[in-house]
């Protein structure tokens, strides 16, 4: 299995512990519970923030657990040599079909998210100045688009133009040139299931709609204008560099 798909299976596992342990008025959802929404939503950040502290230790250990190749030794004998005692289908077990979605969307939201949280900055500080532009991140954007601007344009019409709720990305390929594309739900440009030829998030755009809706109502286009003014160019420019040594761990954080 890739390092990329590894990473994002494992973090969908940490994931679904975190749902498991929200209360059941947090975890029922707006609505679905005894709390008023605007309560829920409180509650939401507050048991979420304290779950991510919690786990730190667990995604550490998953995090070295990917740095490298997660080959099992062959075994001293044959799959079905330790029957009728132990199973032959024992050993030859996989992911059951009815999780691949979950940890799909729970590891796949969890890893956006924790990139989404990195490239951005207050707006007018230090780090959204273009100056912090690194010269290679410059190049590989005038290359492929001709401006930072032009650049961003791209981002912003790929978040507003995607159906439903989603996420728009500049990620770099295997050459170091970069992309804009929309992946709907809590997809990414790392999964196989998106692009036969992955690429890696440099910056990522969440346009759900749970992003922007509180503040901008349905104005997607609004927010994802006003979003441009927090780019963290100083740690996009270092997401770059880590896409080229295909370091995940620098652009994610310890996820």
Request: charged share 15%; with cysteine; proline share 7%.
């Amino acid at each position: 299995m890739a390092a990329a798909n590894r990473l994002i299976v494992l973090t969908g596992l940490v994931a679904l512990v975190a749902a498991a342990a929200l209360p059941p008025a947090v975890a029922a959802g707006p609505g679905g519970g005894d709390l008023p929404a605007a309560d829920w939503a409180a509650a939401a950040v507050h048991y979420r923030l304290l779950l991510e502290e919690a786990l730190l230790p667990l995604k550490r250990a998953l995090l070295q657990s990917v740095q490298g190749p997660l080959v099992l030794e062959p075994l001293p004998y044959s799959d079905d040599a330790l029957q009728p005692v132990i199973s032959a289908k024992v050993g030859r077990g996989t992911l059951p079909s009815d999780k691949e979605e979950s940890i799909r969307n729970n590891g796949g939201g969890h890893w956006n998210h924790q990139l989404f949280w990195r490239v951005m900055s207050p707006p007018g500080s230090a780090n959204t100045s273009r100056d912090n532009i690194s010269p290679q991140l410059e190049a590989a954007i005038v290359g492929a688009f001709g401006s930072v601007d032009q650049m961003l344009s791209s981002l912003k019409a790929a978040g507003d133009s995607r159906f439903g709720s989603g996420w728009s990305w500049v990620c770099a390929a295997g050459d170091g040139g970069l992309r804009v594309l929309s992946t709907p739900n809590q997809d990414n440009p790392l999964m196989a299931v998106v692009r036969p030829q992955p690429c890696v998030p440099i910056v990522g755009l969440d346009v759900w709609e749970h992003a922007y809706y509180l503040q901008y109502g349905p104005k997607r286009g609004d927010y994802t204008s006003a979003w441009l003014e927090l780019v963290n160019w100083k740690q996009v420019s270092a997401n770059y560099d880590a896409a080229r040594r295909g370091d995940l761990a620098a652009i994610a954080g310890a996820v």
